[in-house]
């Protein structure tokens, strides 16, 4: 089940929440043909975008 949460900045997620991150980490990632896992060069690509999305935010 996929549970979708949105926290504006300064938000603190609710016990709840937290208690449900923390479940979800003790389960593997499964990966299918609607999310492949990524390969390192994408992955590399998709960070660098965001570095350069965050620095012309703050300009």
Known sequence: ???TYTLNPGDKPT???IKE???A???PIVF???CPELSPALIKVYK????N???RKKA
């Open 15 to 17: 016990k709840e929440q």
């Open 48 to 51: 660098d975008s965001a570095k």
């Open 21 to 23: 991150v923390e479940e």
């Open 25 to 27: 980490k003790k389960h």
């Open 32 to 34: 299918d043909e609607d």
């Open 1 to 3: 089940m996929i549970k």
């Open 53 to 55: 999305i965050k620095h």
